[in-house]
């Protein structure tokens, strides 16, 4: 499957909400799926025996964490051309689902300058950048390993945008992603075509190419109801695609009629 064309770089997402607006307190991640709620489970696996052991839940980013990193991705210099927070968060997500890991240096230099991935002036510290971006991969790296909702950084745009509208920065840097390291898209399209519609249907169609399939399943689609819908769907995606990608070993079989015992203790003649 073709990956689509080079999205733009930037898509005029608002900086992270501040408390008391948008969605409430805390940082404007995106609408959290509920946690009582079914989970994500990889196709043909046993619920009990193929869900690994989750993990213990990470620090939550507070509004001061995500400005943080929105200055410094904003103080990179020009004329590179870093990704703004909500597309990095699409963009690690595609990265982590690489049915092979890609090296920090091969994706670091486009999170600074997501146009040709140039290296930044000598003069430059990316350590500060650096630290809180790892720390974020870390996060959707061990959330989409446990097959575990997570929240998208998809941040509130005015009262006008369209769900599609608000999710397309995150989905604009799952597809720079995706198209920079193709392994993900390289692998079995029926298997890809369900979880990318549910992902692209959010792009233009023009950005496309060669994905006749893939048009067909978006426009079998519904528009998402609302920004929850949307957001969640997001997730949706990402998990069944890990499954493709980065599936969960087997359950062992057990043996029919429990564990075997050993041969019986010889006894010495008395």
Do not use: C, N
Request: charged share 25%; hydrophobic share 40%.
């Amino acid at each position: 499957m073709t990956a689509p064309k080079k999205p733009p770089s930037k898509s005029a997402p608002r900086p992270p909400a501040k408390p008391g607006t948008g969605r409430g307190a805390g940082p404007a991640h995106g609408h959290r799926a509920p946690t009582h709620g079914p989970q994500h489970r990889a196709p043909g696996h046993a619920a009990a025996a193929a869900q690994p052991a989750a993990s213990a839940p990470p620090e939550a980013w507070a509004d001061e964490d995500l400005d943080r990193l929105q200055a410094l991705l904003d103080d990179v210099p020009a004329p590179l051309e870093p990704l703004d927070a909500s597309m990095l968060d699409g963009f690690l997500v595609a990265v982590i689902l690489q049915p092979k890991p890609v090296p920090l240096a091969d994706w670091w230099r486009w999170v600074l300058d997501s146009e040709e991935g140039r290296a930044p002036p000598a003069r430059f510290d990316a350590a500060p950048l650096l630290q809180l971006v790892q720390r974020r991969e870390r996060e959707l790296k061990q959330a989409i390993a446990d097959r575990q909702w997570f929240d998208p950084w998809v941040f509130e745009l005015d009262e006008d945008a369209s769900p599609s509208e608000t999710v397309l920065p995150w989905v604009a840097g799952f597809a720079l992603a995706a198209d920079i390291f193709p392994g993900l898209m390289g692998l079995d399209e029926l298997q890809l075509t369900e979880p990318l519609a549910q992902l692209y249907m959010h792009l233009d169609p023009d950005d496309l190419e060669d994905a006749d399939a893939l048009l067909e399943e978006i426009e079998s689609l519904e528009p998402a109801a609302d920004l929850e819908e949307a957001v969640e769907s997001l997730v949706r995606a990402s998990l069944l695609l890990a499954d493709v990608s980065r599936p969960l070993p087997a359950a062992r079989p057990q043996r029919p009629g429990g564990p075997r015992r050993g041969p019986a203790p010889s006894r010495r003649p008395r």
